[in-house]
């Protein structure tokens, strides 16, 4: 078992800047890919940024690149997501989540967090 727990999310006008972090407990953290995923109300779970075990792998989603930058502490067993340059359309509950190997689909991801808030107003 992995649990996960994000932290950071908040309001901030459009143009902001916020940063997310993911604290996780339980099986060893570096043994473990992961990933941020948002859900809008109304939409379905987004798949937003990915990193591999060791950081060297790193992966987005076509409407963050650019814009959001995903990193580990594996000493810290900490995730972090940074988000630039944020935008109305960001607003959603963000989500990590822990998988084996690289993905991007929902149903990859054996663990999950509980989520944290974003809102970006216009």
């Known amino acids: 078992q992995v649990q996960l727990v994000e932290s950071g999310g908040g309001l901030v006008q459009a143009g902001g800047s916020l940063r997310l972090s993911c604290v996780a407990s339980?099986?060893?953290?570096?043994?473990?890919?992961m990933g941020w995923f948002r859900q809008a109300p109304g939409k379905e779970r987004e798949f937003v940024a990915g990193i591999s075990w060791n950081g060297g792998t790193t992966y987005y989603g076509d409407s963050v690149k650019g814009r959001f930058t995903v990193s580990r502490d594996n000493a810290k067993n900490t995730l972090y997501l940074q988000m630039n340059n944020l935008k109305p359309e960001d607003t959603a509950v963000y989500y990590c989540?822990?998988?084996?190997?690289?993905?991007?689909?929902?149903?990859?991801?054996?663990?999950w967090g509980q989520g944290t808030q974003v809102s970006v107003s216009a």
């Open positions: 339980g099986r060893t953290f570096r043994a473990y890919s």
């Open positions: 989540a822990a998988t084996i190997g690289i993905a991007t689909r929902t149903a990859s991801y054996d663990y």
